[in-house]
């Protein structure tokens, strides 16, 4: 193939991806809702699938791509079979497709690629499942190489039979945009021309002037040069009726011009503001496109703990900035793994309780003024139990018994924001960690959201993200800091204003103000920021100060000056400066200058760390250095090295025992703070340690990290019975989430 044509097919290709993407999604949605669908809606379900699948084929087959194409066709054959009735659904079938869809989307995530082997392999396996669930001919099937077909062993409830999650994902590098929202704006586009001729004409009327008034000084300056040598006598009157005559006429001109440039200013304002409004539409997309792939994660995260959930959606014709609509994907996955794990029960639980079987999970989005969208995530599980939400901020240290006794039920659910706040019995790949709605909050907050939660024990719980419509304006609060200007967002701003320096106390060795509403923390905001300049609050005058809220927290921070509220447009910091710590953003005043927009969550939680400095020895000044002393029990020679080499590299003191009873033996004789243990071992194994040491009086407080291959949602549950704290995954081993572990444990 020449270089023109393989330019043609990459350019085509990259179309493919977008136009896969939204088949794919179709797809998946159609396949969670066959499952739960029907006699009456399965046909009409299975035709729109039928279809789907067969204009991937045949975008699959113009930028050439066999293995994609062979794929769609063997899923067409079982979309066949089930419109003729020739096969039943079943959750085997089921497995099966999903697991094609996985494959399918990997396939046509990177078109035209080579082929890894895992991935070649993996295609062979679903293509052989299929020909098994549709044993009889089809004539629809396109020859395929494909190698003895593997067994293929039953999977754990939700869990595909060869390791491919089915959440579509490929993200759209382009989008489709109606041919009238284009014409809106070569419209305005057309009218800007007609501006800028009309500011050629402002210009040259103004050279003109500039011109004319050149011309008279220099003809004034001829004129008196002349007289002086001529003798001639200019009297003041005569000099003051010549300039007030040019003057006056100058002035007219002038102001003319003034009046003609203000009517080009209003126009050129409508102009661009109606070509800003039409190309902010350009980029707002659908909720369903946030939505599309949600079907599949509750699907595989509801089969991996064998609970049965639907999800239903309303509004997804809701239009948001895309941009928007990309920063939430992470926040429904954590919010959706939130309501799974957490949230709903398992089918013999909810039947207890009087519940269906089959627990919801329901996504609303809806438009509100001021150009703000409401999101809400529903589900219909055991909600929130404030009592272990307030039982684990007391273990973890952030607030004392007695604050969390007097604390309402609102308040509690709202500390389940804060990160590394988690009710869970034990720490797994999926949960416990206490960073899923963290991250939420964060991200949220940094769109210039918010987002809150209510909850009713029994009932459910109910998650409210508020986001902007869209990303291009927003106000702010103008702040001046040591000689800079800064933008600080009105949606983190509870409120503004002047204190007296007699009004900050001192408690515990931090600035304390006193507001209606209690007390709150006062931080300099040039502190904060760590900059040098002029100091215009040390004359003892009343201090300016903002409130800010934000993660369920307040600081108040004293500036140098406030400069009122602004509507500001927003620009990002590039690639290059992607995450900086306190700012969010960056907006261009009148002047020229540029503007950093500060994030609120990231002021709030600096001010919080300046506010509380390291401990330190009381003798020598420097700060305390604590190194826990681990047992790492584990049969593995090449295991245990690593994770020996692992742990002594974080810093710890680590000794290693070779199977559970000499662990045991170990845990015994010396002290440890902290246990991590294989649970397939000789003599004894992790699961049977774990419980013998919750039975020892003295170590029965030890922390306990599981750390196997055996992933299924049994072997984890078996590990929450005997008491481990911590199960990890060797297959979703990450030594950076290990490490962490500990340290939340130390």
Request: net charge negative; with cysteine; proline share 4%.
């Amino acid at each position: 193939m020449d270089r023109k044509k393989e330019e043609f097919l990459g350019r085509l290709r990259e179309t493919f991806r977008v136009e896969a993407a939204e088949h794919l999604e179709v797809i998946a949605a159609g396949i969670v809702a066959m499952e739960h669908a029907d006699d009456a809606e399965l046909a009409a379900i299975v035709e729109r699938v039928f279809r789907e699948a067969h204009s991937l084929k045949g975008a699959a087959r113009s930028v050439s791509l066999p293995e994609a194409e062979a794929l769609c066709t063997e899923l067409e054959s079982i979309f066949s079979a089930m419109q003729r009735k020739a096969i039943a659904s079943s959750k085997d079938m089921f497995d099966v497709i999903h697991v094609s869809i996985g494959v399918l989307s990997t396939l046509c995530l990177n078109p035209g690629a080579p082929l890894p082997l895992e991935i070649d392999e993996k295609l062979k396996q679903a293509l052989a499942a299929i020909r098994r669930v549709i044993p009889e001919a089809s004539d629809m099937r396109v020859s395929a190489p494909v190698a003895a077909a593997p067994t293929i062993a039953k999977p754990s409830p939700g869990i595909n039979p060869i390791g491919i999650k089915t959440v579509v994902s490929i993200a759209a590098e382009s989008v489709r945009v109606p041919t009238r929202k284009l014409g809106a704006i070569l419209l305005e586009a057309e009218e800007l021309v007609g501006a800028r001729i009309v500011a050629n004409a402002r210009a040259a009327e103004l050279r003109a002037l500039a011109a004319d008034l050149a011309d008279w000084n220099q003809r004034r300056v001829h004129r008196t040069a002349r007289s002086r040598r001529s003798g001639e006598t200019i009297t003041v009157s005569e000099l003051l009726d010549t300039e007030a005559h040019y003057t006056k006429t100058l002035e007219g001109s002038l102001k003319k011009l003034a009046g003609s440039t203000q009517q080009d200013a209003l126009s050129l304002a409508a102009i661009t503001d109606r070509l800003l409004e039409d190309a902010k539409k350009l980029v707002l997309m659908p909720c369903s496109y946030l939505f599309g792939h949600l079907s599949m994660v509750v699907h595989d995260l509801a089969g991996e703990q064998g609970k049965e959930v639907d999800l239903l959606v309303r509004g997804e014709d809701i239009e948001i900035d895309r941009r928007v609509l990309d920063e939430l994907k992470d926040p429904f996955n954590h919010l959706l793994r939130n309501c799974v794990d957490h949230g709903i029960e398992k089918p013999e639980a909810r039947k207890q309780h009087g519940k269906p079987s089959r627990g919801s999970i329901t996504i609303t989005a809806r438009s509100i003024e001021g150009n703000r969208v409401e999101l809400t995530v529903a589900d219909d599980g055991s909600g929130i139990d404030s009592g272990k939400i307030k039982e684990a901020a007391v273990r973890l240290g952030m607030m004392d018994a007695y604050e969390a006794r007097r604390m309402n039920e609102a308040d509690a659910h709202k500390l389940i924001f804060r990160s590394g706040l988690s009710t869970s019995r034990i720490i797994t790949d999926m949960s416990g960690r206490g960073l899923g709605l963290a991250i939420v909050r964060e991200k949220v907050e940094k769109l210039g959201g918010a987002i809150s939660v209510s909850s009713i024990p029994g009932d459910g719980t109910v998650f409210r993200l508020l986001v902007p419509s869209s990303l291009a304006t927003f106000r702010g609060v103008l702040v001046e800091v040591a000689g800079g200007n800064f933008v600080i967002p009105t949606a983190n701003v509870a409120r503004v204003g002047r204190v007296k320096p007699d009004d900050i106390s001192k408690v515990e060795n931090r600035r304390m103000l006193s507001l209606d509403q209690g007390p709150v923390s006062l931080a300099r905001l040039r502190d904060v920021l760590e900059l040098s300049g002029p100091d215009r609050n040390g004359n003892g005058e009343t201090l300016p100060v903002v409130l800010v809220r934000a993660a369920g927290r307040q600081i108040a921070f004293i500036v140098d000056g406030i400069q009122g509220e602004r509507e500001v447009m927003v620009k990002s910091l590039g690639g290059h400066l992607a995450r900086v710590r306190n700012v969010a953003g960056a907006t261009i005043a009148s002047s020229g200058a540029v503007v950093p927009i500060l994030n609120a969550a990231d002021l709030v939680e600096s001010a919080i760390t300046l506010g509380e400095p390291a401990p330190l020895d009381d003798k020598s000044g420097v700060e305390v250095e604590r190194r826990g002393r681990l047992l790492v029990a584990e049969d593995s020679i090449t295991a245990r090295t690593m994770l020996k080499g692992i742990l002594e590299g974080a810093g710890y003191d680590v000794k290693t025992a070779v199977d559970g009873i000499d662990a045991l033996t170990e845990l015994k004789t010396e002290s440890f703070d902290l246990l991590v243990s294989d649970v397939d071992m000789p003599r004894m194994n992790g699961f049977e340690l774990t419980s013998r040491v919750r039975a020892d009086k003295k170590l029965h407080e030890l922390p306990v990290v599981l750390v196997t291959a055996l992933g299924s949602a049994k072997d984890r549950e078996y590990g929450i019975e005997v008491g481990a704290n911590a199960y990890i995954v060797k297959s979703d081993f990450d030594q950076g989430n290990l490490l962490e572990i500990i340290r939340r444990f130390l």
